[in-house]
């Protein structure tokens, strides 16, 4: 494969090409299912190919191969330079590159239980601990999915400007969907992933039964104790799950910078952020939100992105300014600066595109029994059954899912559904203290057109917001 890239590489500079690289990627991997106790089979991914990107006159051209071939390449580079000639004769203004530092590197996350040695059988175990911890707490849980995933990513990333980046990157994950069924009524944990970087130890020592068990048992408790939450201005302490989805949202998507200059409007929406906002309060001093693509065994991880520049943490807002957007090198270039390694691909057969990887709420100074001994009425939001905020990810609004009254500094009873409506700056401006243990939470992030759902990280530390609109469905 390494003659591969680098031929692809050189044929395209024969051709016309300013700059070209070349990225093979392999997948290899197995997922299992079961519901309700019962296996639903076994799926083996096996997937391999070649994405060649070039410039042409300052257009940009891209095509893949899946058969790994000179000639085959050959055919695929000869596409992507006459895609690149044609976008070239009309766009308004030539596609620029940020000039960057490149390495010669080889990288791989270690597995200490790699999860190729272990048989379908063992891994189905891992469901069945599931199964087994969920239906002995006695809760009636009449609809239990569950699901494994494993999969080695293996990449070799070169281009014409001198990078070389080979990386090995194992990824593992389980998955459940649990239904409750008590007392008439009926309550759902959602399709709830506990995912890493590394072998299967993680998932071992995550012991995702034990979350599930906290789950069923929580709406058990909502539905036999759930009372209305209170409504009007009050304060809410959310937990690193709701950080979590909220900072990927309201900070991450709108701090992407081709969604800041328009590229994802007609696709995925368009940003409230503007070129102009760095340095603009966003929120109190007490919000820091980092996106670290480097976090070991995150589910984002990766120490060199997808067009090679080497990661590092990023950080979106600090002190409640706006510091950083999520760059590759094309809009890095737009913005004067150097690409902060953004760029990331699905697969062989996708352009990459400015992504988030691990996106999180950095922890302050505060315990979580001082975040909430001074909360006269209030709620405490631990998780979400429902979210959803406008193409500009400015309006937003969560449900939760497992939430607790707050009055007198105590955790009281359980609250069904509360609602927060509010917008991204409001938000961040009311948090006036954060809490000291970050969580972090998996999930697939969705972009670009074709699509590409890649693995991300998302939490943080709780909060604390002041004085904000709760209401009830």
């Known amino acids: 494969m390494h003659e591969l890239v680098e031929f692809a590489v050189e044929k395209a500079l024969e051709l016309g090409a300013s700059y070209a690289e070349a990225r093979f990627e392999e997948k290899n991997g197995t997922s299992l299912a079961m519901?309700?106790?019962?296996?639903?089979?076994?799926?083996?991914l096996a997937d391999r190919g070649i994405g060649?990107?070039?410039?042409?006159?300052?257009?940009?051209?891209?095509?893949?191969?899946?058969?790994?071939?000179?000639?085959?390449?050959?055919?695929?580079?000869?596409?992507?330079?006459?895609?690149?000639?044609a976008a070239s004769r009309v766009r308004k203004e030539p596609i620029v590159f940020s000039d960057e530092d490149f390495h010669r590197v080889s990288y791989k996350v270690k597995m200490k239980k790699d999860f190729r040695d272990i048989s379908p059988e063992e891994k189905l175990e891992l469901l069945r601990k599931i199964e087994e911890e969920v239906k002995a707490t006695g809760v009636n849980v009449p609809m239990r999915y569950l699901g494994y995933s494993d999969q080695m990513?293996?990449?070799?990333?070169?281009?014409?400007?001198?990078?070389?980046?080979?990386?090995?990157?194992?990824?593992?994950?389980?998955m459940y969907n649990l239904v409750v069924f008590e007392n008439g009524q009926m309550e759902q944990a959602p399709f709830v992933q506990r995912a890493f970087s590394g072998g299967l130890e993680l998932i071992e020592k995550d012991e995702p039964w034990n979350w599930a068990v906290k789950d069923v048992q929580a709406l058990k408790k909502l539905i036999y104790e759930g009372q209305?939450?209170?409504?009007?201005?009050?304060?809410?302490?959310?937990?690193?799950?709701?950080?979590?989805?909220?900072?990927?949202?309201?900070?991450?998507?709108?701090?992407?910078?081709?969604?800041?200059?328009?590229?994802?409007?007609?696709?995925?929406g368009e940003s409230f952020v503007k070129p102009d906002m760095l340095g603009e309060r966003i929120g109190s001093e007490a919000v820091t939100v980092i996106e670290?693509?480097?976090?070991?065994?995150?589910?984002?991880?990766?120490?060199?992105?997808?067009?090679?520049?080497?990661?590092?943490p990023r950080y979106l807002i600090k002190d409640g300014i706006i510091t950083e957007f999520l760059t590759n090198r094309e809009y890095a270039a737009k913005l004067g600066q150097r690409s902060n390694a953004a760029?990331?691909?699905?697969?062989?057969?996708?352009?990459?595109?400015?992504?988030?990887?691990?996106?999180?709420?950095?922890?302050?100074?505060?315990?979580?029994?001082?975040?909430?001994?001074?909360?006269?009425?209030?709620?405490?939001?631990?998780?979400?059954?429902?979210?959803?905020?406008?193409?500009?990810?400015?309006?937003?609004?969560?449900?939760?899912?497992?939430?607790?009254?707050?009055?007198?500094?105590?955790?009281?009873?359980?609250?069904?559904?509360?609602?927060?409506?509010?917008?991204?700056?409001?938000?961040?401006?009311?948090?006036?203290?954060?809490?000291?243990?970050?969580?972090?939470?998996?999930?697939?992030?969705?972009?670009?057109?074709?699509?590409?759902?890649?693995?991300?990280?998302?939490?943080?530390?709780?909060?604390?917001?002041?004085?904000?609109?709760l209401r009830r469905p």
Request: net charge neutral; charged share 25%; proline share 6%.
């Open 153 to 174: 990513w293996k990449k070799i990333f070169v281009n014409s400007e001198g990078a070389y980046v080979k990386s090995k990157i194992p990824r593992v994950s389980v």
């Open 292 to 312: 670290d693509p480097t976090l070991p065994n995150s589910w984002g991880f990766y120490l060199y992105d997808d067009e090679g520049v080497k990661a590092r």
């Open 35 to 44: 519901k309700n106790g019962n296996p639903e089979g076994l799926e083996i």
């Open 343 to 469: 760029a990331r691909a699905i697969n062989y057969n996708r352009e990459p595109i400015v992504r988030m990887a691990n996106t999180y709420l950095a922890p302050g100074d505060h315990s979580f029994e001082e975040l909430i001994e001074d909360v006269k009425l209030g709620v405490y939001m631990v998780s979400f059954n429902e979210w959803n905020i406008d193409d500009r990810r400015y309006q937003q609004r969560y449900i939760g899912r497992e939430a607790y009254l707050i009055e007198n500094g105590e955790i009281k009873h359980p609250v069904r559904r509360p609602i927060l409506e509010i917008t991204t700056r409001a938000l961040w401006s009311s948090v006036d203290a954060v809490g000291r243990e970050v969580e972090m939470f998996p999930g697939t992030c969705g972009k670009g057109e074709p699509g590409q759902g890649v693995p991300v990280w998302m939490g943080g530390a709780h909060a604390r917001l002041r004085d904000i609109p």
């Open 52 to 85: 060649i990107r070039v410039l042409v006159d300052g257009g940009m051209g891209f095509a893949s191969t899946n058969v790994l071939t000179k000639e085959s390449v050959s055919e695929a580079v000869k596409k992507a330079v006459k895609l690149a000639k």
């Open 228 to 268: 209305k939450p209170p409504e009007g201005r009050v304060d809410l302490v959310i937990s690193p799950e709701v950080a979590g989805i909220a900072v990927h949202e309201s900070v991450g998507h709108p701090y992407e910078a081709d969604r800041i200059f328009g590229r994802e409007a007609a696709q995925a």
